[in-house]
């Protein structure tokens, strides 16, 4: 396997796409979507103002866009990430910060559209009856 890695350093700021067909490091900036064949590891002090579409990918950094992995996203405990992300598996360390949904599927098969599939009833007990009826809503 080939385990070839290009590294962006921290001095360096890029505007426009970037693809790679293996591994890649991230350490700047990047304005632009980033493509990636193998495992796109994101530096803490990486902003990424982008969608990325890997094979996995290991965020410690800041991303806002949105993120498509054909395997495992994991987001360490630095990660800053503002958009959606879909991958097979998923590993979140504590003081993420995200903002955004998540779908995560290990079969790797598209799963039906959010408005298919009914969500299960609650099991809410019913409310203490006060006499005030302002704001409740009975069955």
């Known amino acids: 396997m080939d385990q070839t890695q290009s590294v ?6 890029i505007t426009g ?3 790679c067909g293996s591994n890649i490091q991230l350490n ?3 304005n632009g979507d980033l493509t990636c064949g193998g495992l796109a590891s994101i530096g803490r002090e990486c902003t990424l103002k982008g969608n990325v579409q890997t094979e996995s990918i290991a965020l410690s950094g800041a991303l806002n866009g949105n993120i498509s992995a054909r395997d495992k996203i994991d987001l360490k405990s630095t990660a800053r990430l503002h958009g959606d992300i879909r991958a097979k598996r998923l590993t979140v360390e504590d003081g993420v910060t995200f903002i955004g949904k998540v779908e995560v599927n290990p079969t790797g098969a598209t799963g039906s559209k959010p408005s298919d599939a009914k969500a299960p009833e609650a099991d ?9 009826t302002k704001g409740l809503f009975r069955r």
């Open 28 to 30: 700047g900036k990047l």
């Open 124 to 132: 809410i007990p019913p409310a203490k009856d006060s006499g005030d």
């Open 17 to 19: 796409n970037v693809k």
């Open 8 to 13: 962006i350093g921290p001095d360096v700021e």
